[in-house]
């Protein structure tokens, strides 16, 4: 059959064959969809059920629309190894990985069990050091292990929690049971991903989620959100408002940086990097353009040692210099507390047990992949004997190497191995190799096996640690491989919980319908509950508007251009079109050319070099990334179809532009119009008017006036005193290319006969005050933002100042001009810019004074509310 079914054959078989993967103790290793003797499991048959009568092609279309979804988000993760683009599409499987209540029940247990027993391990560590004390930690562990933060012993964090947001690594033995691979105890990365993938795929498979009775992610989010607001210092000066909370971030070259903005925005906190903070008399500070604002809580996304450069790693630039002071001062809690990573060590794994049961009481529930420390000779002597069968890890976070398999290793290599471990004992760990479950993914039209991993996440909440019902699941790149990383090329899945619909003692949320959920998480972002303006994102919104308005402006003069030379019916000749090469030489869109020496064909070759070639920098495609790399470094203040158009404008298609027609070009080029119209449009529809909005417009209103001066000076013939040259382009042409250049349309009185006329198009662009295209619109906006401005300083007054003036010279030539153009030209006769020498003096010095002026606004905005020249406090 054409369209037979993509999931089983003709005998109703399912068209899935897993591999054995890896093999411990002789035993297959576990598959998640079917059992041992290749019958389908249980808990997947409603899915099947669900998905079997889709063919190839209708299977196709869902992860098409997986992927769109996630380039329409920008969904991004960055490879750092990667030659070519370190920043990548998130990989994002479409079929789900599926855990039954009963099972998810033990897991929930044990990860909350495990929560307890490292926040417990924590504050002995940076406490008494009982466990060292009484033997069962060896002191090595501590001592050497660069995890441990000697600064941070003795700071007791707000109410004796260390730990606020922690992960689990788990993997399923091939007898079925999970196994905890790793700790994640500093900063773990992946729960904003995991919401995402539930965001995307529960779209996609919106049919078979709602019959699963997944159990959504949102409650998981909401109680970290309100446990954070717990963690307020007890000595905060100003009880009844809410406590202002930041989410710490190394800045857009992180690999995740896209979670930060995704978790900042779900938990409503504001996106901070280390130079938006400062501290000052043990007191941690938003340097925002109003003020000095005081930061309550820290939820990092640093690591330990970049997060205080005085204490710490001097080199750091992602830090904030006196952390450490504020927090042992009690005026600051930063989440998880500074140091929590001293537990992510290898080392620890071997006694965790004899911990569980000194610190809980309790024996370990969710064994860990058994490992030996080679620091004890017991340990050592089996790790060198049977190297072959074992992974060689770190012992201690930090030290940057990768895993090495023995059984990879050749004879020699493998003692070499064992001559570094013997010399070094402290700093390895020997691991079991563990198993990895196999579970379906959908490749090349069907499903293939790939081996998984899991990473469970726990918040502390207000009432105690909660587990989020899911995680994110990563697969190998290929079938059988024991590396499940990003980082390695891997991917991700979703993690689908089934709710028995049982009460349940460790969370006490339960679910609501899941799609309220996706609402919820297709909906715009919450309110930020600090809603402080940083002075780096305000110079961020700032130049995003400018650069929005570059690009317009430059997408509009070359899509003039084209259409003039290419269009028939206008009919111009590179001659006639001087005055707008002249304009993009002086723009650096196109480098400078003689029009007697250039025949249209060579124009047109430019155009298509500016608008598709990266290495011409000063080009429509770098103009376009440059525009989204601004945005992207204040995504978290920008609405979603902002964003979205952004991320539209700086992927064009790949294919054609290197050889486009010139009809093509057109195309292309009124494809970015209409996109930079509907970034604008989406900041007056969607953005709050608040300081954000305000940088952003201010950052438009300038770029757009400096623009409409220079097209005015190189159209309206008062750049230049060669009368020859103003006579080449008829006046017909020039107010044309004013119109279309600037954006606005022929209003009415415009045009006398037919055709424009020179007064009242000037008027238009110039002096009407309706019109939202014309200088006298930007100058008078201008000047009402600036007014509206937080805590104006002297440099911020004298921006206002200067608008001012510009707004005065524009009044006065305003009057001068049309009294000139009167006096030549009187109603129903068409004047030319030569006949009018005064209006052209006039127009001339209005111009330079004005251009002299706007450059200078942008330059004290900067000194007032950007560069920090001095500390302003509230």
Same mark, same amino acid.
């Given at each position: 059959?054409?369209?037979?079914?993509?999931?089983?054959?003709?005998?109703?078989?399912?068209?899935?064959?897993?591999?054995?993967?890896?093999?411990?103790?002789?035993?297959?290793?576990?598959?998640?969809?079917?059992?041992?003797?290749?019958?389908?499991?249980?808990?997947?048959?409603?899915?099947?059920?669900?998905?079997?009568?889709?063919?190839?092609?209708?299977?196709?279309?869902?992860?098409?629309?997986?992927?769109?979804?996630?380039? %329409?988000?920008?969904?991004?993760?960055?490879?750092?190894?990667?030659?070519?683009?370190?920043?990548?599409?998130?990989?994002?499987?479409?079929?789900?990985?599926?855990?039954?209540?009963?099972?998810?029940?033990?897991?929930?247990?044990?990860?909350?069990?495990?929560?307890?027993?490292?926040?417990?391990?924590?504050?002995?560590?940076?406490?008494?050091?009982?466990?060292?004390?009484?033997?069962?930690?060896?002191?090595?562990?501590?001592?050497?292990?660069?995890?441990?933060?000697?600064? #941070?012993?003795?700071?007791?964090?707000?109410?004796?929690?260390?730990?606020?947001?922690?992960?689990?690594?788990?993997?399923?033995?091939?007898?079925?049971?999970?196994?905890?691979?790793?700790?994640?105890?500093?900063?773990?990365?992946?729960?904003?991903?995991?919401?995402?993938?539930?965001?995307?795929?529960?779209?996609?498979?919106?049919?078979?989620?709602?019959?699963?009775?997944?159990?959504?992610?949102?409650?998981?989010?909401?109680?970290?959100?309100?446990?954070?607001?717990?963690?307020?210092?007890?000595?905060?000066?100003?009880?009844?408002?809410?406590?202002?909370?930041?989410?710490?971030?190394?800045?857009?070259?992180?690999?995740?940086?896209?979670?930060?903005?995704?978790?900042?925005?779900?938990?409503?906190?504001?996106?901070?990097?280390?130079?938006?903070?400062?501290?000052?008399?043990?007191?941690?500070?938003?340097?925002?353009?109003?003020?000095?604002?005081?930061?309550?809580?820290?939820?990092?996304?640093?690591?330990?040692?970049?997060?205080?450069?005085?204490?710490?790693?001097?080199?750091?630039?992602?830090?904030?210099?006196?952390?450490?002071?504020?927090?042992?001062?009690?005026?600051?809690?930063?989440?998880?507390?500074?140091?929590?990573?001293?537990?992510?060590?290898?080392?620890?794994?071997?006694?965790?047990?004899?911990?569980?049961?000194?610190?809980?009481?309790?024996?370990?529930?969710?064994?860990?992949?058994?490992?030996?420390? #080679?620091?004890?000779e017991a340990a050592l002597a089996h790790v060198l004997e049977n190297l072959e069968d074992l992974v060689i890890?770190?012992?201690?976070?930090?030290?940057?190497?990768?895993?090495?398999?023995?059984?990879?290793?050749?004879?020699?290599?493998?003692?070499?191995?064992?001559?570094?471990?013997?010399?070094?004992?402290?700093?390895?760990?020997?691991?079991?190799?563990?198993?990895?479950?196999?579970?379906?993914?959908?490749?090349?039209?069907?499903?293939?096996?790939?081996?998984?991993?899991?990473?469970?996440?726990?918040?502390?909440?207000?009432?105690?640690?909660?587990?989020?019902?899911?995680?994110?699941?990563?697969?190998?790149?290929?079938?059988?491989?024991?590396?499940?990383?990003? %980082?390695?090329?891997?991917?991700?899945?979703?993690?689908?919980?089934?709710?028995?619909?049982?009460?349940?003692?460790?969370?006490?949320?339960?679910?609501?319908?899941?799609?309220?959920?996706?609402?919820?998480?297709?909906?715009?972002?919450?309110?930020?509950?600090?809603?402080?303006?940083?002075?780096?994102?305000?110079?961020?919104?700032?130049?995003?508007?400018?650069?929005?308005?570059?690009?317009?402006?430059?997408?509009?003069?070359?899509?003039?251009?084209?259409?003039?030379?290419?269009?028939?019916?206008?009919?111009?000749?590179?001659?006639?079109?001087?005055?707008?090469?002249?304009?993009?030489?002086?723009?650096?869109?196109?480098?400078?050319?003689?029009?007697?020496?250039i025949p249209t064909a060579g124009v047109i070759a430019l155009i298509r070099h500016s608008l598709s070639d990266?290495?011409?920098?000063?080009?429509?495609?770098?103009?376009?990334? %440059?525009?989204?790399?601004?945005?992207?470094?204040?995504?978290?203040?920008?609405?979603?179809? #902002?964003?979205?158009?952004?991320?539209?404008?700086?992927?064009?298609?790949?294919?054609?532009?290197?050889?486009?027609?010139?009809?093509?070009?057109?195309?292309?080029?009124?494809?970015?119009?209409?996109?930079?119209?509907?970034?604008?449009?989406?900041?007056?529809?969607?953005?709050?008017?608040?300081?954000?909005?305000?940088?952003?417009?201010?950052?438009?209103?300038?770029?757009?006036?400096?623009?409409?001066?220079?097209?005015?000076?190189?159209?309206?013939?008062?750049?230049?005193?060669?009368?020859?040259?103003?006579?080449?382009?008829?006046?017909?042409?020039?107010?044309?290319?004013?119109?279309?250049?600037?954006?606005?349309?022929?209003?009415?009185?415009?045009?006398?006969?037919?055709?424009?006329?020179?007064?009242?198009?000037?008027?238009?662009?110039?002096?009407?005050?309706?019109?939202?295209?014309?200088?006298?619109?930007?100058?008078?906006?201008?000047?009402?933002?600036?007014?509206?401005?937080?805590?104006?300083?002297?440099?911020?007054?004298?921006?206002?100042?200067?608008?001012?003036?510009?707004?005065?010279?524009?009044?006065?030539?305003?009057?001068?001009?049309?009294?000139?153009?009167?006096?030549?030209?009187?109603?129903?006769?068409?004047?030319?810019?030569?006949?009018?020498?005064?209006?052209?003096?006039?127009?001339?010095?209005?111009?330079?004074?004005?251009?002299?002026?706007?450059?200078?606004?942008?330059?004290?905005?900067?000194?007032a509310y950007f560069t920090h020249a001095f500390a302003r406090r509230a």
């Amino acid at each position: 059959m054409a369209d037979q079914p993509s999931l089983f054959g003709e005998a109703g078989t399912l068209n899935y064959t897993p591999t054995t993967g890896l093999q411990i103790g002789g035993l297959p290793a576990f598959d998640e969809i079917v059992t041992g003797k290749g019958r389908l499991r249980p808990h997947w048959q409603s899915i099947i059920a669900r998905l079997a009568p889709l063919s190839s092609p209708e299977m196709a279309e869902r992860v098409e629309e997986s992927r769109r979804l996630l380039r %329409q988000n920008d969904v991004t993760y960055t490879i750092y190894d990667d030659p070519q683009s370190g920043e990548r599409l998130w990989p994002l499987d479409v079929l789900p990985l599926l855990i039954p209540a009963a099972e998810w029940r033990e897991i929930e247990a044990g990860v909350l069990q495990r929560a307890r027993l490292m926040d417990a391990l924590l504050a002995d560590i940076y406490g008494p050091q009982t466990m060292v004390a009484e033997g069962i930690l060896p002191p090595a562990l501590i001592e050497a292990n660069p995890g441990f933060l000697r600064p #941070c012993h003795g700071v007791k964090p707000q109410g004796g929690r260390y730990l606020h947001l922690s992960a689990v690594d788990l993997a399923r033995g091939s007898d079925g049971r999970w196994r905890v691979l790793a700790d994640r105890t500093e900063a773990p990365s992946g729960a904003g991903y995991a919401l995402e993938n539930r965001s995307v795929i529960g779209r996609v498979l919106s049919d078979c989620i709602t019959d699963a009775r997944v159990e959504p992610l949102m409650p998981f989010f909401n109680a970290l959100r309100e446990g954070l607001a717990t963690l307020a210092p007890r000595h905060r000066q100003d009880k009844d408002k809410p406590p202002r909370i930041v989410l710490l971030t190394p800045g857009p070259y992180n690999e995740t940086y896209f979670e930060h903005l995704f978790l900042a925005n779900h938990l409503g906190l504001t996106l901070v990097e280390g130079a938006d903070l400062t501290v000052r008399n043990a007191r941690v500070y938003i340097k925002t353009v109003g003020a000095l604002e005081p930061v309550d809580i820290v939820l990092r996304r640093v690591d330990d040692m970049f997060c205080d450069p005085l204490d710490l790693n001097a080199d750091s630039a992602l830090g904030v210099a006196g952390l450490i002071e504020a927090t042992r001062a009690g005026n600051v809690t930063v989440a998880n507390a500074l140091g929590a990573g001293v537990l992510q060590a290898m080392a620890f794994k071997p006694f965790l047990p004899a911990l569980s049961q000194r610190l809980l009481g309790e024996p370990l529930a969710l064994p860990d992949v058994a490992s030996w420390w #080679c620091g004890g000779e017991a340990a050592l002597a089996h790790v060198l004997e049977n190297l072959e069968d074992l992974v060689i890890k770190s012992a201690f976070p930090g030290a940057g190497s990768q895993p090495i398999f023995g059984a990879d290793l050749s004879p020699g290599a493998r003692q070499a191995l064992a001559d570094e471990i013997a010399a070094e004992p402290i700093k390895y760990v020997g691991q079991e190799r563990a198993a990895l479950s196999n579970a379906p993914v959908w490749q090349n039209g069907q499903i293939e096996p790939r081996q998984v991993s899991l990473r469970v996440y726990v918040a502390s909440g207000p009432d105690g640690f909660v587990v989020m019902p899911g995680g994110l699941t990563r697969t190998s790149r290929v079938g059988g491989s024991p590396i499940v990383s990003m %980082q390695s090329g891997g991917g991700s899945k979703d993690t689908w919980v089934l709710d028995d619909m049982n009460p349940r003692a460790a969370n006490t949320n339960k679910p609501r319908s899941n799609v309220i959920e996706l609402l919820d998480l297709t909906a715009q972002s919450k309110t930020i509950t600090s809603s402080e303006l940083p002075s780096r994102a305000a110079d961020g919104l700032f130049w995003m508007g400018r650069y929005a308005e570059r690009t317009d402006g430059a997408v509009r003069l070359l899509r003039t251009l084209v259409t003039g030379l290419t269009d028939p019916a206008r009919g111009w000749s590179v001659g006639d079109a001087e005055p707008l090469l002249n304009l993009a030489a002086r723009l650096q869109l196109l480098p400078w050319v003689e029009p007697e020496e250039i025949p249209t064909a060579g124009v047109i070759a430019l155009i298509r070099h500016s608008l598709s070639d990266p290495s011409y920098p000063t080009g429509i495609v770098n103009q376009l990334r %440059q525009l989204a790399f601004t945005a992207g470094n204040v995504r978290d203040r920008l609405p979603v179809d #902002c964003w979205r158009a952004v991320n539209a404008l700086d992927h064009p298609r790949k294919s054609g532009f290197a050889r486009a027609t010139p009809v093509q070009i057109v195309l292309r080029l009124d494809e970015l119009v209409m996109l930079s119209t509907s970034l604008i449009g989406s900041v007056g529809e969607s953005m709050p008017r608040n300081d954000s909005w305000r940088f952003l417009e201010i950052g438009r209103r300038l770029e757009r006036a400096i623009h409409l001066v220079t097209v005015l000076r190189n159209l309206s013939g008062v750049s230049t005193d060669d009368e020859d040259d103003i006579r080449r382009v008829s006046e017909k042409r020039q107010l044309q290319a004013i119109v279309a250049l600037i954006g606005t349309r022929i209003l009415p009185g415009m045009q006398n006969n037919g055709q424009l006329e020179r007064r009242r198009t000037l008027e238009a662009v110039l002096t009407n005050p309706e019109n939202p295209r014309s200088l006298v619109f930007q100058i008078s906006r201008l000047s009402w933002l600036l007014a509206n401005l937080p805590t104006p300083s002297a440099d911020g007054r004298a921006a206002e100042a200067l608008v001012m003036r510009a707004r005065d010279l524009l009044d006065t030539a305003n009057g001068l001009v049309f009294e000139a153009i009167e006096t030549a030209c009187p109603p129903g006769r068409l004047g030319r810019p030569g006949d009018l020498p005064d209006e052209k003096d006039i127009l001339r010095n209005a111009f330079a004074a004005i251009e002299n002026v706007l450059p200078e606004v942008s330059n004290l905005l900067s000194s007032a509310y950007f560069t920090h020249a001095f500390a302003r406090r509230a």
